[in-house]
């Protein structure tokens, strides 16, 4: 069964602070590794898909990368903005299990 | 174009009420999912239906929890009876084929029962 990790549980930067947040998952044989946004109350919004044969995959401000012998993704985020502040959480597809997702908190 | 629908959005019953969400996925998506979401966790799989077809239903509690997809396209999800530890977020996604693209949430039913 697929295990998926995220580190941190929580984060709180500057605003303006480039940072990382990790995921892990356990099997390998993945398909793809999906990237997700949550605010308070609300469902989740897609940021980025990394498909199995990609090694990153860019948007904006938002670069995910993936290795899949590793079993590691992260997640990079550019220039952190107030805004940025939500759950991150990532999926990886072929069952779609998610982490436990990490709660990030920029300051202005 | 729409996204993924639910409703309703808020639901209170008291336990051993039954209690049912609704879905309509994004037009075209073959595969949907239902997921529960307790506060501070990360969403878990209950149902992923590709078509008509549970493909895996392997958590979802099956005692009390039933989900139908007539048709292929929206689907239902219920419980009965509703306990005290049945109170959560009841997500449901949608994606193109395959259970290998692209996911994509509703904005999801909150569920408290008392």
């Known amino acids: 069964k697929q295990e998926v990790t995220q580190i941190p549980a929580a984060l709180s930067v500057p605003e303006g602070e480039n940072l990382v947040l990790n995921c892990s998952f356990t099997?390998?044989?993945?398909?793809?590794l999906q990237w997700f946004r949550q605010d308070p109350g609300k469902g989740l919004t897609s940021l980025l898909l990394?498909?199995?044969?990609?090694r990153e995959q860019t948007s904006g401000r938002l670069n995910a990368s993936l290795d899949k012998s590793s079993g590691r993704s992260t997640l990079y985020i550019a220039a952190s903005q107030p805004g940025d502040s939500a759950t991150y959480l990532c999926a990886v597809h072929g069952d779609m299990r998610f982490g436990a997702g990490t709660r990030l908190t920029v300051k202005p | 174009e729409a996204g993924v629908v639910q409703s309703p959005r808020y639901k209170i019953i008291e336990k051993k009420q039954p209690v049912a969400f609704w879905c309509n996925p994004i037009s075209g998506h073959n595969t949907l999912y239902w997921y529960l979401q307790n506060l501070g966790q990360g969403p878990e799989l209950l149902i992923r239906y590709e078509n008509e077809e549970a493909v895996d239903d392997s958590q979802l509690p099956k005692d009390r929890f039933s989900a139908e997809r007539l048709k292929g396209v929206d689907s239902t999800l219920k419980i009965q009876p509703a306990e005290l530890g049945d109170s959560a977020v009841y997500l449901c996604?949608?994606?193109?084929?395959?259970?290998?693209?692209?996911?994509?949430f509703g904005q999801g039913t909150r569920l408290t029962v008392v």
């Open positions: 099997d390998s044989a993945i398909y793809n």
């Open positions: 990394i498909q199995s044969s990609q």
């Open positions: 996604a949608s994606s193109l084929g395959g259970g290998n693209t692209e996911a994509f």
